[in-house]
């Protein structure tokens, strides 16, 4: 089993920042792909950024030139860096894990992101 733990979410006016963390603890040899979604009120949950384990990486297009995902193996830890939010980045923001063999999902419980004025 592989156990996700995310923090950093919090209240931040538009234009600011935030840097999400998300830990992995358990058994997390051989996992693939990690990543984040968000979810907003009312909404379905959608992609925001992955990262392979080679340091490859994919983002949505409302986030491009804004977030940055990246990650430490050491620390088994994957980032989200968040610059310029706007209100429609507002959302819980899930860490998400991937292990190819044999096809595991992984789901944190989610940090609350809010921006607003």
């Known amino acids: 089993q592989v156990s996700l733990v995310e923090s950093g979410g919090g209240l931040v006016q538009p234009g600011g920042s935030l840097r999400l963390s998300c830990e992995a603890s358990?058994?997390?040899?051989?996992?693939?792909?990690r990543g984040w979604y968000r979810q907003a009120p009312g909404k379905e949950r959608e992609l925001v950024a992955l990262i392979t384990v080679d340091g490859s990486t994919n983002y949505a297009e409302s986030v491009k030139g804004r977030f940055a995902i990246s990650r430490d193996n050491a620390k088994n830890t994957v980032y989200l860096q968040m610059n310029n939010l706007k209100p429609e980045d507002t959302g819980v923001y899930y860490c998400?894990?991937?292990?190819?063999?044999?096809?595991?999902?992984?789901w944190g419980k989610g940090t609350l992101v809010t921006v607003s004025s």
């Open positions: 358990g058994i997390i040899w051989n996992i693939n792909l």
């Open positions: 998400y894990a991937y292990r190819a063999t044999p096809g595991m999902n992984y």
